[in-house]
């Protein structure tokens, strides 16, 4: 089953319909709430998240390249680790 959704088309002026699918209509709101999370988000939680992704990154591209992981890589890791858990009390019971 789709969904009709109605868009202006800005440049003609003029109302175009067109559909999504139930897959689409979904992503969209996924995408929404994704949106809100992150505005909802301190700075320094931001910060914590991206600091483990770019720690997993490098740890996952080390382990492809040369089938190791440096002890630099480890360190990142290890930080982002501790820092995600004290921005999100991530050890606590909820």
């Given at each position: 089953m789709?969904?009709?959704?109605?868009?202006?088309?800005?440049?003609?002026?003029?109302?175009?319909?067109t559909?999504?699918?139930?897959?689409q209509?979904?992503?969209?709101?996924?995408?929404?709430?994704?949106?809100?999370?992150?505005?909802a988000?301190t700075?320094d939680?931001?910060e914590?998240?991206q600091k483990?992704?770019k720690?997993i990154?490098s740890?996952?591209?080390?382990?492809?390249?040369?089938e190791?992981?440096?002890l630099?890589?480890i360190?990142?890791l290890?930080k982002?680790?501790?820092?995600?858990?004290?921005?999100?009390k991530?050890n606590?019971?909820?």
């Amino acid at each position: 089953m789709s969904a009709k959704l109605i868009r202006a088309n800005k440049e003609m002026g003029e109302t175009v319909m067109t559909k999504k699918t139930d897959w689409q209509i979904k992503q969209d709101k996924i995408n929404s709430e994704r949106k809100k999370g992150l505005k909802a988000m301190t700075k320094d939680q931001k910060e914590s998240v991206q600091k483990a992704w770019k720690a997993i990154e490098s740890v996952l591209t080390s382990i492809r390249e040369v089938e190791d992981v440096y002890l630099s890589d480890i360190r990142e890791l290890d930080k982002a680790y501790w820092d995600l858990n004290h921005e999100f009390k991530l050890n606590e019971e909820q």
